[in-house]
């Protein structure tokens, strides 16, 4: 999964320039792009060792699975395109990346990650 967000934020300004959504995302469709974006950071940071995302539920493999569907639901339901996706991961993983907004996130996107059922 950290590759994967690796991937979208090395994409980022030519997949910004491509894509914007073409409606507004729901609550609950913005909860599953920050919850992703959120999972890969921890998982990123639990691979590399760091103190912080090792206090977390590992992540690896469930946030993984998470991220994968929440990007296939998001291009069916809300018609993103891949770019698209790319460009709302990436915004999402730099709001995360400010004054404990990652850790802010993190409760309500774990209680989703259990809603899920993964």
Do not use: K, Y
């Not at 493999?61 to 460009?87: P, Q």
Request: aromatic share 4%; with cysteine.
């Amino acid at each position: 999964m950290p590759v994967v967000l690796l991937a979208l934020m090395a994409a980022g300004p030519a997949a910004a320039q491509q894509a914007a959504p073409t409606a507004p995302l729901s609550l609950e469709q913005r909860m599953l792009v920050r919850c992703s974006a959120a999972f890969a950071l921890v998982a990123h940071g639990q691979a590399a060792g760091d103190a912080a995302a090792l206090a977390w539920p590992a992540l690896g493999a469930r946030g993984r699975e998470f991220f994968v569907r929440a990007s296939a639901r998001l291009i069916d339901e809300a018609g993103l395109t891949r770019a698209a996706l790319t460009t709302a991961m990436i915004e999402e993983a730099q709001d995360l990346g400010r004054n404990g907004a990652l850790a802010a996130a993190m409760p309500p996107c774990l209680s989703a990650l259990e809603a899920s059922g993964l």
